[in-house]
């Protein structure tokens, strides 16, 4: 009951979202950044403590606090930009975004060996997967079931309505291999924790455990890896940016495979560097090691 409740209270909140008009949806999801910052204490812990694994001395006291309402205030803009997907398509996508690099997603796709679309819990990245997705590539999105069925099956259902197909964590690596070797592009999210799943390497200078599912795919499938981010210039408002196609060879070594997994969280590291305030700084990403 619970669920469905609140579950309501978000179908109404996105009735409201989409009559209002664009200035009114920016101040609404401004709001809802403060709302989040002032009732989730304890990931304001988080995220002050990452900044300073991260960045140590470079930051004063001052610039952190302020740096992660920040934070918040891209995340109110992403809640709303996310219910304002209904409202995108073919015809309309490219007001919101303006397209970097886009030869070199298209020169990758071409070579139909699969695309691994590599990124991050950076800027908005569910608008990242549906705009490939509307250029025209097939897209298969690795996702996290929600706790709410009513949500995850609403924003499961936006997706799919965008073209963006679907596979639940669990069954992962089996379906993603299997799209790849269609030659269709799989997106997966490499910047959180990976607990004892993961590799040890570097993020930020610090120890970190990091998915390896990425490299693993494109070395079992000869899929290229196209790191891609989503950077926000304003509401609704953003530049993706398709970096040059990475290959992973068959037979390398742990230590060569480690290399090419480093030099993804190298690149990660320098885009979150250049705009820390997008970047999901509320998550334990040093929790491991």
Known sequence: MKNLLIYFLFKTFTFLVN??????????????????????????????KNLKIAFGDKLSERERNELIKKVYKNIGFMLVEFILLKKI???????????????????????DKGII?????????????????????????????QHN??????????????????????????????????????????????RDRGWKLKFFGKSASTYPGVIQLAERTGALIVPS???RNDFADHKLVFYPARKVETGLSQKEKNEKLQKLNNLTEKVITENKEQWFWVHKRWKTY
């Open 19 to 48: 009559i209002l008009p664009r200035k009114l949806q920016k101040y609404l999801g401004e709001g809802f950044g403060k709302f989040a910052y002032f009732v989730t204490k304890n990931r304001r812990k988080v995220a002050k």
């Open 149 to 194: 069925p009513y949500f995850d099956d609403y924003i499961n259902g936006l997706r799919r309505s965008k073209g963006v197909n679907i596979i639940k964590l669990g069954v992962s690596i089996r379906k993603a291999y299997s799209k790849l070797k269609k030659g269709e592009c799989v997106f997966i999210l490499g910047d959180q924790d990976a």
């Open 229 to 231: 981010f989503l950077i």
């Open 117 to 145: 679309i590599y990124g991050a819990h950076f800027g908005n990245w569910e608008w990242l997967g549906v705009f490939i997705s509307l250029l025209g590539f097939p897209l298969n999105a690795i996702v996290q079931e």
């Open 89 to 111: 398509d073919k015809s309309n996508f490219k007001e919101f975004v303006k397209i970097e690099g886009y030869e070199n997603l298209k020169k990758a796709f071409e070579k």
